[in-house]
């Protein structure tokens, strides 16, 4: 196991470097690397300690002359050992928990450490406990002292806007808007120019349309329809759901086809303002109403009552 332990610990070190280049695949080599080698840590750390070969470890004679407390020690600290490595992941991945995770690495591991030097012994275990606790160690110590955005400063040092959209986000981390900018950002940063313009594209038609005008049909009937920015409609009815597209030419709204939700609708319909009583008491309220071809307003035909209407505001 110890050239599987050298192996790993070249490809941590050398997703590092990928990583801190911003090349691609350094965040999957690190997390699979850093993966197989908490797992020799622990579970196997206890039999790798203490020279005992993987094939061997349950073999009833491997264990002669081990002590139980010795056995039980070799199982701690390799259960340290794997939090540190599993720790260091969370950190440089920033993911949450990393702190947690290195603070149950270090603190039982320098306590190991310190036991295993008092000892001064030339047992296979104490050297394998002083070399490894030492090296880990120090890296546990130095990222529980370094701040996350100290690291993030240094690994996107070439790009200030992913930098600024972080610190946002990481100040309000449940802002959903903080969050679309952070991904846009990183996007931005690891594409090239050509994908990055065809991924902004392809999320400008995943995302939702805002809604421009809703309306409802007004007495027993309780129907919907919404118009939105990007020129598609949705009709709600009581037991039916249709979509369209529509167009906007001169105020008049141009639908895609007539009788949706066989409510006798017409091609054509327009907003218009109707006074409601006084106008102390009821003013004017907006009404969606249906067109014949001459421009008309369809009489006894279905009316709609606008509810919103977001016409003027701007995107």
Avoid at 196 to 225: D, H, Y
């Amino acid at each position: 196991m110890k050239r599987s332990e050298k192996i790993l610990a070249f490809v941590i070190a050398f997703a590092l470097f990928l990583k801190f280049m911003n090349i691609p695949g350094g965040s999957a080599l690190l997390v699979w690397a850093s993966f197989f080698l908490g797992v020799i840590y622990y579970p196997f750390g206890f039999a790798f300690l203490n020279g005992i070969p993987l094939r061997n470890i349950f073999t009833k004679s491997s264990y002669n002359g081990l002590s139980p407390f010795r056995i039980a020690a070799s199982i701690g600290t390799s259960m340290a050992m794997s939090a540190l490595c599993f720790g260091l992941l969370y950190r440089f991945q920033y993911w949450p928990g990393g702190n947690n995770l290195l603070l149950a690495g270090t603190v039982p591991l320098l306590a190991a450490l310190v036991i295993a030097y008092r000892k001064k012994s030339g047992e296979l275990f104490y050297r394998m406990v002083i070399t490894r606790g030492a090296v880990l160690v120090s890296l546990g110590i130095v990222l529980l002292l370094t701040p996350p955005s100290v690291i993030e400063r240094i690994q996107y040092r070439h790009y200030p806007r992913y930098l600024e959209a972080r610190k946002m986000l990481r100040a309000d981390p449940g802002n959903l808007e903080l969050q679309k900018k952070e991904e846009l950002e990183f996007m931005r940063m690891t594409l090239d120019p050509t994908a990055f313009a065809q991924w902004e594209e392809m999320r400008k038609e995943r995302e939702p349309s805002p809604l421009l005008l809703q309306a409802w049909t007004e007495g027993v009937m309780n129907c919907s329809i919404e118009f939105y920015r990007k020129g598609r409609y949705v009709f709600t009815g009581s037991s039916s759901r249709e979509e369209g597209v529509f167009a906007i030419r001169d105020s008049i709204i141009n639908l895609d086809r007539n009788n949706i939700g066989n409510l006798g609708t017409s091609l054509k319909m327009v907003v218009r303002s109707v006074r409601v009583g006084d106008i102390s008491n009821g003013g004017f309220r907006s009404y969606l109403l249906q067109l014949d071809r001459n421009n008309q307003v369809i009489q006894g035909s279905v009316v709609f009552r606008v509810t919103v209407d977001n016409r003027q505001m701007r995107y």
